[in-house]
């Protein structure tokens, strides 16, 4: 028994050891980036910030099994390396969760290192209640994370930095934690890195996130990139010689580089384009990056973009200026795409060293250029923030919605009629800028004026427009404005005031009901209520009452319902939202032909009826609440909202060998031209041709095309595949798809 114990010491004491090694190198090639970025005495508080760091008791651990002090170096790295961030947001990130658990008091932090650093820890305690593996994209969660950020950006700045050292090392992660980590990512930490500017955090952060929840695609456009690398080299080879030497002969300094897309970019436009990888013609793009300051700017640049298209020529379609009016994220830049030496179209990007420190490191990289105004965009953007968050309605929620449609968006510039310019996301509408202009203005706005000549509430603006709003007294918002704003301003404040009208109308239609109820002698109750709720399939009682007030519901007809005999067996029809989700007929029982969760078998699940999963597609699990486990496929289009609002619920699912040869049920769309004998022609080559088996045809015609639905039984997605292929040969046929692909 001695023996053993002393075997375990000498174990313990061989980790204690190996771990100690571990951290000494790292320590050593952390100073080493530290001396690049920092000044003596700054250096100095970094050493005595891990100094304390390494003499606390005890032992913590990271998610890595490294030592905990390794992981908060590597963050307190990006943040310095990779965001430009000073010595008070170091000590922050190298803090940023051991002096919660270890609870450091807040006064040592002040007494050490100043009243900064103790504020800043302050806000990192705050939010380290979040989980980033799974709660951060849950509504109140992010909410809390947001009203953080409005605080003091560097919270989020090393919330960021933090993600990022996950996703790097999320491969030591449990695998069934993997996706709901990397979903977080992509949905809210990625969007944010997007609007701050952090472009290559963004980039990366989108990448790691594919590789988990894609993971054949992002591998599948990896190797060709490989594969591409060498073809790539020779054209950006030719293409730059040329233009080094024009730009030489200018009397410029200059580098220039070249920056080949995000795998995840080069999927988006695959998508976008409906395109192969082949056909995606601007993989990379071409850098020019000029060592030019002050009021010499912007002519260096547009003097670049003259040689460049005097030697290649421009698509003028692709030419972007952020330069003039830079983005909202402090972005500047010139861009234009040109038909290099073999005809391929290059994307090359024009900006000066400030310019792409910036759009390298975002707004953090303005703290070192404080030159008028230049913080005015980010303060800017985190009074839309707050605005957001004082107009939030816990009921709601969609507010990770409306702040990602703030975060992602491409943006266009209109003028008020005094020549203001003012900033909308791309595809705005008159009325968002009314919105913009004041909340009131917006409430009354019955349409507008571009150009002197009249256009409505819907109408879409684009930059350089100058509009002049009308308004009138007795205008209101109309549930139908919804349909047709892009800011989140003007969402919010529509939602707002409806609910108001809607509480106001419910309270109405509740007294209307209960003064008819007594006059019938039928109680008032729970029970009348739900009854009327499934009836007339509502959710909500306030939406019930609210329709009675409006006379879309008969009391009459109420009364009907509640005092006809219920028979016997019968049911309620069920909602739109049930019928959804039915579980699909062709799974038989006892038939296993999903792996739930990487290890449970016969486990209760079904097919959800939105997308109809069928054997080999892509899926995942969601767990109901009073469902069990309903099987959706990953292009579902409710995954993206499944995985926004509840990540917590999905789990990973994987098709497995059966012996049996399974059947699906699929829904295929074909369109054409209409021609006699084409329902004649499908049929043939599906039944006899094909040998499968149609469930249900329908077919409809429209000015000289047709439309077709058919329902056919298949084994798996290879086989659809096939089908859908042989389809696309019969004459006549412009499209086969899978219902829902488009």
């Known amino acids: 028994m001695q023996r053993i114990v002393r075997g375990e010491n000498m174990k313990a004491n061989i980790t204690k050891n190996d771990n100690a090694a571990l951290i000494r190198n790292r320590y050593r090639s952390f100073l080493r980036s530290v001396k690049k970025y920092m000044t003596e005495k700054e250096q100095a508080d970094i050493r005595k910030a891990i100094r304390h760091l390494v003499s606390l008791p005890g032992e913590e651990m990271s998610f890595t099994g490294e030592p905990y002090l390794i992981h908060a170096m590597n963050v307190a790295r990006i943040v310095m390396e990779q965001m430009s961030m000073g010595v008070v947001s170091v000590i922050g990130a190298l803090y940023h969760d051991i002096s919660r658990i270890r609870n450091i008091p807040p006064e040592y932090f002040d007494s050490e290192f100043g009243p900064q650093v103790k504020e800043l820890i302050k806000g990192l305690n705050k939010i380290s209640g979040l989980d980033p593996h799974l709660a ?13 950020l409005a605080g003091d950006i560097r919270v989020i700045l090393i919330r960021l930095a933090e993600q990022l050292e996950l996703m790097r090392h999320l491969e030591k992660v449990p695998q069934k934690d993997q996706v709901n980590i990397s979903t977080g ?25 594919m590789k988990y929840l894609e993971p054949e695609v992002y591998e599948d456009i990896r190797k060709k990139i490989v594969q591409t690398k060498a073809a790539r080299n020779r ?94 994220n402090g972005y500047e830049s010139l861009h234009t795409t040109v038909a290099g030496p073999s005809g391929k179209w290059i994307e090359v990007q024009i900006r000066t060293t400030r310019m792409d420190e910036i759009a390298e490191k975002g707004f953090a990289a303005h703290w070192k250029y404080k030159e008028g105004g230049r913080e005015q965009a980010i303060d800017e953007w985190l009074r839309n923030v707050r605005e957001i968050l004082e107009n939030y309605d816990p009921r709601s929620e969609d507010i990770v919605d409306q702040m990602k ?59 350089g427009d100058r509009v002049e709003v009308i308004t009138a007294k007795n205008q209101k918002p109309a549930s139908d404005w919804l349909a047709f704003v892009r800011t989140s301003k003007a969402r919010s404040k529509i939602k707002q005031s409806l609910n108001e009208e809607q509480m106001k109308a419910a309270a109405h239609g509740r007294e209307m009901l209960m003064r008819r109820l007594r006059n019938w002698k039928i109680p008032f109750s729970d029970e009348t209520v739900k009854k009327l709720l499934q009836h007339y399939r509502t959710k909500l009682a306030r939406d019930l009452y609210a329709r009675i007030a409006d006379e879309e519901i ?36 006892n038939e296993d032909f999903l792996l739930v969760d ?17 054997f080999g597609d892509p899926v995942f699990g969601f767990v109901t609440i009073s469902e069990g486990i309903k099987i959706h496929r990953q292009d579902c289009p ?50 006899n041709e094909l040998g499968v088996n149609i469930r249900s045809i329908s077919f409809s015609e429209k000015k000289g095309s047709f439309e077709g639905r058919i329902k056919v039984v298949v084994a798996n997605a290879d086989h659809l595949e ?21």
């Open 235 to 328: 054209l950006i080879r030719d293409f730059i010689e040329p233009l080094k030497k024009r730009l030489e002969a200018q009397g410029l300094r200059f580098t220039i580089k070249s920056r080949l897309k995000s795998v995840h970019s080069i999927w988006a436009k695959m998508k976008k384009q409906n395109v192969g990888f082949e056909e995606v013609y601007d993989i990379f793009a071409v850098r020019i990056i000029l060592d030019s300051l002050g009021e010499r700017e912007k002519e260096d640049c547009w003097k670049v973009y003259s040689v460049v298209t005097d030697l290649y020529t421009p698509n003028p379609k692709r030419l972007r200026d952020w330069i003039s009016i830079p983005k909202s």
């Open 554 to 589: 008969d009391l009459l007809e109420i009364k009907e319902i509640l005092t006809a005999p219920q028979k016997k067996g019968s049911e309620e029809p069920k909602s739109w939202g049930d019928m959804k989700t039915l579980p699909s007929e062709v799974r038989q029982k």
């Open 185 to 209: 990512a992509y949905y809210l930490y990625a969007p944010l890195a997007h609007r701050l500017g952090l472009y290559n955090l963004k980039s990366e952060l989108e990448d790691l996130s």
């Open 405 to 463: 449609l703030n975060l992602y968006s491409k943006e266009i510039f209109v003028f008020t009629p005094k020549g203001d310019v003012m900033r909308l996301p791309e595809g705005a509408t008159l009325l968002d800028f009314a919105f913009a202009i004041h909340s009131e203005v917006g409430m009354h706005c019955t349409g507008g004026k571009i150009e002197n000549r009249v256009v409505p509430l819907h109408h879409t603006l684009q930059t």
């Open 598 to 614: 990487g290890n449970m078998k016969n486990v209760d699940y079904t097919l959800a009826r939105c997308c109809n999963p069928i």
């Open 136 to 148: 951060a994209v849950q509504s109140e969660n992010f909410r809390q994370l947001i009203l953080n």
């Open 638 to 687: 409710n995954a993206k909202w499944m995985k926004e609002k509840y990540p917590y619920r999905i789990i990973p699912v994987r098709w497995t060998h059966v012996k049996d040869k399974p059947s699906f049920e699929a829904l295929i769309r074909v369109t054409g031209t209409d021609e006699i004998g084409m329902v004649n022609r499908i049929t043939e080559l599906l039944s």
């Open 722 to 742: 096939a089908i859908l292929h042989r389809l696309m040969r019969v004459k006549g046929v412009t499209k086969a798809s899978r219902y829902g692909d488009g």
